[in-house]
């Protein structure tokens, strides 16, 4: 796989391993700690170049540390930032607003947060349950013809609204759920993404750990998770024993099974990158192996045969 990658027709070129800053926003944005600007920095310092944010990442935190990190170290030219935009405190109560005037507000917030000038990749992070999609995505048009903003995405759109809002072509990349306990995306979706040359790029790649080798019969488990449908049994033991099938592949390519699904995903033809989350400096580290991983087309069959599309949650 090439260092690099371009995002669909976005012509933005991106490492295929980004990184989700959503637990950026745990760290404390005047003491840039682990979680913050100092994993952001060794990032960098590692190749890698994609940073995915959003404004409910910390209410505006995770832009902000971001923004200030750049900034400081003069890295703003280095990387790809996308964030993304939709939710608004009305009376206290969290809602999503989809409506020209709130993106547009949403994008000049997001850019001061992030102290640049322009957003690489700005997201309708949800829709919202009234405005006509073509009117939002013709908000993020304009502002990207004014340079606010370089290329535009969508993120927990149905099919039907993904299609109306790229009614003219404006989108460039849709981000949504899949991993391999939920492929719907692929079933349904990822032929209209190539026909329409639109990146995709998965989020919750390793549900919640499972898909990551964090977990065996022995683990101790909490009362949350307990209470999650994929945590209970069968349906526990069924994907422990569909992950151990997979496991071989790590030991053979000597990296951590977590690499061997990100690799799995890369090798879809409208995936370009993933943006798994990193807890540490560690987790990003171990998660840059992926894009070294070629993994054979016999070997992506053989995951799909353990993990077939048709796979459910029980």
């Known amino acids: 796989m090439s260092e690099f990658v371009t995002l669909g027709?976005?012509?933005?070129?991106?490492h295929p391993i980004g990184l989700g800053a959503n637990k950026i926003s745990d760290a404390d944005a005047s003491t840039n700690t682990e979680y913050g600007g100092d994993i952001l920095l060794d990032a960098i310092d590692k190749g890698l170049n994609f940073i995915d944010t959003a404004f409910i990442y910390g209410d505006g935190k995770s832009e902000s540390i971001i923004g200030n990190?750049?900034?400081?170290?003069?890295?703003?030219?280095?990387?790809?930032?996308?964030?993304?935009?939709?939710?608004?405190?009305?009376?206290?109560?969290?809602?999503?607003?989809?409506?020209?005037?709130?993106?547009?507000?949403?994008?000049?917030?997001?850019?001061?947060?992030?102290?640049?000038?322009?957003?690489?990749?700005?997201?309708?992070?949800?829709?919202?349950?009234?405005?006509p999609k073509a009117e939002a995505i013709g908000a993020l048009s304009r502002l990207k013809e004014q340079g606010k903003i370089r290329s535009i995405g969508v993120s927990n759109f149905s099919f039907d609204q993904i299609k109306e809002a790229n009614v003219h072509q404006d989108i460039d990349v849709v981000q949504d759920e899949y991993n391999l306990l939920n492929q719907e995306a692929e079933s349904k979706v990822f032929q209209y993404y190539q026909e329409h040359n639109i990146s995709f790029i998965p989020y919750f790649p390793f549900a919640s750990g499972l898909l990551a080798g964090k977990y065996d019969q022995h683990t101790q488990l909490t009362a949350r998770q307990k209470s999650r449908p994929q945590f209970q049994d069968p349906t526990y033991s069924d994907i422990l024993g569909k992950v151990d099938q997979i496991r071989p592949l790590a030991e053979k390519y000597q990296t951590g099974l977590q690499n061997i699904v990100l690799a799995y995903y890369l090798s879809k033809n409208v995936v370009d990158a993933v943006i798994p989350g990193a807890r540490n400096r560690k987790q990003m580290e171990q998660n840059l192996e992926a894009a070294k991983i070629q993994l054979t087309e016999d070997e992506c069959k053989f995951i799909a045969s353990v993990f077939p599309p048709s796979f459910k949650l029980k």
Do not use: C, M
């Open 9 to 14: 027709r976005s012509g933005l070129k991106v």
């Open 69 to 131: 990190t750049l900034k400081k170290n003069n890295l703003r030219q280095d990387v790809v930032i996308a964030t993304k935009g939709a939710h608004e405190y009305v009376d206290g109560e969290l809602t999503l607003n989809n409506s020209p005037e709130f993106l547009t507000k949403q994008v000049e917030n997001s850019l001061q947060r992030l102290q640049t000038d322009y957003i690489d990749l700005y997201y309708i992070h949800f829709p919202d349950e009234h405005t």
